[in-house]
């Protein structure tokens, strides 16, 4: 007799064309604090060095440093660090997880910009008792600045990359690439041993205009954009 109850499950699971599926293990709020605590750890301590430098220069100009500072670390530190290392800040890379949006390509600086900003909502009204109860509330531990924005975050684990992704060294792209570009890159690595090499290579000339490159080195470069889409690095 089938159980009526749904089992909980961190699985997060996204069928791309073609029929093949992506699964991801969803980071839940425990992770994710102790991520936020590092990195409010790491905010901290450089808000305390500034003050220092800020008493050194003395007047005006010490008090507008460190108020510069306290605005951009306070704002952008997290979107900063999202944008040049594939999701994770300091503290998300010390626990494994990483920002990613929801159809799993790499977080896109609009996504970072929404769910960082809506922080301050989730902050509220003390200790983010908000940014809890939402998502303790999500399915998929999404606050309000991920549903906002459609982002999630997941456990990166590099062996639940196939093998054959890390083949090739990855390589980040040289241009910025929509999510449905990055949909594809991601495919194709995937999929890559699916096909023939004169098949990867009819494939690999349809964004020759876009990498600027030819023959097998193209081949070469998507496969290692690929995998780094997927978390090698």
């Known amino acids: 007799m089938t159980s009526r109850h749904t089992l909980i499950d961190t699985n997060y699971t996204l069928e791309i064309p073609e029929g093949v599926d992506l699964t991801v293990d969803l980071a839940g709020p ?3 604090t102790l991520a936020f605590a590092l990195d409010y750890l790491i905010r901290s301590a450089i808000f305390i060095v500034m003050m220092i430098v800020s008493l050194v220069l003395g007047g005006n100009v010490g008090w507008a440093v460190w108020l510069l500072v306290f605005f951009l670390l306070s704002w952008f530190y997290p979107i900063f660090f999202e944008m040049i290392r594939n999701g994770q800040t300091p503290g998300k890379k010390a626990m494994g997880i990483a920002v990613v949006n ?3 390509t790499s977080v896109s600086f609009s996504s970072s910009l929404v769910r960082n900003l809506l922080r301050a909502a989730d902050a509220m009204p003390l200790l983010y008792t908000f940014g809890f109860l939402v ?8 606050r309000l600045g ?3 924005a459609g982002t999630l975050v997941v456990h990166v684990d590099k062996e639940t990359i196939d093998q054959s992704t890390l ?3 990855p390589v980040p792209p040289p241009v910025e690439l929509t999510e449905q570009e990055q949909r594809a890159f991601v495919e194709f690595a995937l999929r890559q041993d699916q096909f023939s090499e004169a098949r990867q290579q009819e494939l690999a000339d349809i964004v020759e205009p876009l990498l600027n490159q030819q023959g097998p080195n193209l081949v070469k470069q998507i496969r290692g954009i690929g995998a780094w889409l997927l978390g090698a690095r």
């Open 30 to 32: 425990v992770v994710r």
């Open 102 to 104: 929801d159809d799993l």
């Open 135 to 142: 998502m303790g509330g999500s399915k998929h531990f999404q």
């Open 146 to 148: 991920d549903i906002a």
């Open 167 to 169: 083949s090739v060294e």
